[in-house]
């Protein structure tokens, strides 16, 4: 997953957990198979390229907070920490969209 606003990618965001990111993943395991619970992330294409809108954002992160719970201490909890930074931060721009691309 990465942000672009205005179609260019958002680099070096501040990492909750430390340094600075750009992208997020590492929970796969999370989201497939589709959950009725989880729409937005449910609907991401893992083979194609799925965008979402600032709009959707506040939906997201509600999605991203039911998910910690279930998510595996180390990377997996830190790829929703950083999708979840991200949704944040796109929410606040009219012209950015966060974008999942595939395999």
Do not use: K, N, W
């Not at 997953?1 to 600075?20: F, I, K, M, W």
């Amino acid at each position: 997953v990465e942000l672009q606003t205005a179609g260019c990618p958002v680099r070096a965001l501040p990492d909750p957990t430390g340094g600075s990111f750009d992208a997020a993943g590492d929970f796969d395991r999370l989201i497939a198979p589709p959950d009725p619970a989880s729409p937005l992330l449910s609907s991401v294409d893992p083979h194609g390229e799925t965008r979402l809108a600032p709009a959707q954002m506040s939906r997201l992160i509600q999605e991203i907070d039911r998910l910690r719970v279930q998510a595996r201490p180390g990377r997996e909890e830190r790829g929703l920490i950083r999708l979840r930074t991200l949704a944040l931060y796109c929410s606040q721009q009219q012209d950015a969209e966060l974008a999942f691309i595939g395999d």
